[in-house]
């Protein structure tokens, strides 16, 4: 089995290009993002940290984790967001390795895993390739703006807290340009896949 990391900033088309290989090619996909929310429902360990660490004002009517106010929160002050990522980091990647070990005994030929964070959380120790979908932050905050309807305010407090175009050229092993349309995407990514 194959386990390739999908990254790239938000708003990048990861989410997309994932959903691709998924139809077109079989592969299994696992979102770290969807992960980490599986983590921090009401009662596990990592919910518990959140709440010690940032109080009952992150907690919606229900008790539950209210990410809109996490996420203010976080991407506008660093120190909280680095202890968010250290409550949370260790054990989406114990459930991304435990997820790679279940599918290798099922005998599947490609698993993708996707995150923003891949290179800072060193998943190229996972990973036997990484590839960067490359988007300029002005395009992502447009498709941000349209599909999301975040602001560009938002947008920039996230993006600030990711890597930059040149980190992320410099570690990938691949580089995926989804800038203009999805169709010319899906070529590069098929051109790729006749390779492996
Ligand atoms: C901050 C939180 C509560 C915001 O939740 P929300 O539902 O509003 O957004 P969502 O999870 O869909 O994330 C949106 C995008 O923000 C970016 N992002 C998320 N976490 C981080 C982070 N720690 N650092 C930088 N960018 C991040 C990613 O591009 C992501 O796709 C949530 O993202 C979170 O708990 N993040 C910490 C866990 C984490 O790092 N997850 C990423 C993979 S390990
Ligand atoms: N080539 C493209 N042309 C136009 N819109 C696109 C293209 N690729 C992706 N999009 C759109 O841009 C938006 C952001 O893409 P997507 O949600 O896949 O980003 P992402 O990288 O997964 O973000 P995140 O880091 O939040 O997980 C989506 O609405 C998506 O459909």
């Not at 290798?104 to 895993?113: D, L």
Request: with cysteine; glycine share 6%; net charge negative.
């Amino acid at each position: 089995m194959m386990v390739i990391g999908i990254t790239g900033g938000i708003g990048s088309g990861k989410s997309d290009v994932l959903e691709y290989l998924h139809d077109q090619y079989g592969a299994t996909i696992v979102k770290a993002d969807e992960v980490a929310k599986k983590l921090q429902k009401k009662g596990t360990d990592q919910f518990q940290q959140i709440v010690e660490l940032f109080g009952a004002d992150v907690l919606d009517g229900r008790g539950a984790l209210d990410r809109k106010k996490l996420s203010q929160i976080v991407f506008s002050n660093n120190d909280k967001l680095l202890k968010l990522n250290q409550i949370m980091h260790p054990g989406v990647k114990t459930e991304v390795k435990r997820m790679i070990e279940k599918e290798e005994k099922k005998g599947t030929n490609f698993f993708f895993i996707e995150a923003a964070l891949l290179l800072e959380d060193h998943y190229e120790e996972i990973c036997e390739e990484i590839w960067y979908i490359y988007v300029e932050d002005d395009i992502r905050m447009q498709r941000l703006k349209y599909a999301r309807g975040y602001s560009s305010e938002k947008a920039m407090s996230i993006m600030k807290n990711q890597e930059s175009k040149d980190a992320f050229f410099k570690n990938c092993d691949r580089v995926i340009d989804n800038n203009s349309t999805f169709l010319e995407t899906t070529e590069q990514v098929d051109d790729i896949m006749k390779t492996l």
